[in-house]
């Protein structure tokens, strides 16, 4: 049996938004999901030679999105970044890498595009958490390494 070719960590990057472009990690977002998504309406058509059976649907692709949900522990460090980015398309990244021993790993691979940051979500009490959305804001690009 082979097994799959799975990462062992994902880390979420924010571009500074100068040229060129430097990606820094937003430390403590440590579970990423990725959701690509195509948007359809629903047609249904009838089959001309069996006109008296029930018509059946045809998807129609109106568009297609992707969104990214993080979530962690909350870091203060975080607070003013993810403010200023709130509301506004910038540059993100996700790396996929395995464990090697070495303090950055291998990076497997990266995602990347534009998106905006929705929502900014904190909990505090005896362990904080934070977890933060992105809509995509055109192509999701992924790269392997």
């Known amino acids: 049996m082979a097994a799959p070719n799975e990462p062992d960590f994902a ?3 924010l ?3 100068e040229t060129p472009e430097v990606f820094t990690i937003v430390c403590g977002i ?3 999901s ?3 998504t195509a948007n359809t ?12 059976l029930p018509p059946t ?31 506004i398309s910038r540059n993100w990244q996700v790396d996929l890498g395995k464990r090697d021993g070495t303090d950055t790993g291998e990076i497997i691979g990266t995602y990347s595009g534009a998106a ?9 009490g005896e362990e904080g958490t ?15 390494a």
């Open 34 to 36: 990725i959701n690509e």
């Open 116 to 124: 905006v940051l929705t929502s900014n979500n904190k909990a505090f």
């Open 30 to 32: 440590d579970n990423i």
């Open 57 to 87: 649907r045809k998807p129609f692709v109106t568009g297609t999105q992707w969104d990214i949900t993080g979530s962690g522990v909350f870091n203060m460090d975080e607070i003013d970044r993810l403010k200023t980015a709130l509301g």
């Open 130 to 144: 934070g977890e933060v959305t992105l809509s995509g804001d055109g192509e999701l690009v992924w790269a392997e």
């Open 15 to 17: 571009g500074d938004g």
């Open 41 to 52: 309406n629903d047609r249904f058509r009838r089959d001309c030679a069996k006109p008296g």
């Open 11 to 13: 880390i979420l990057k």
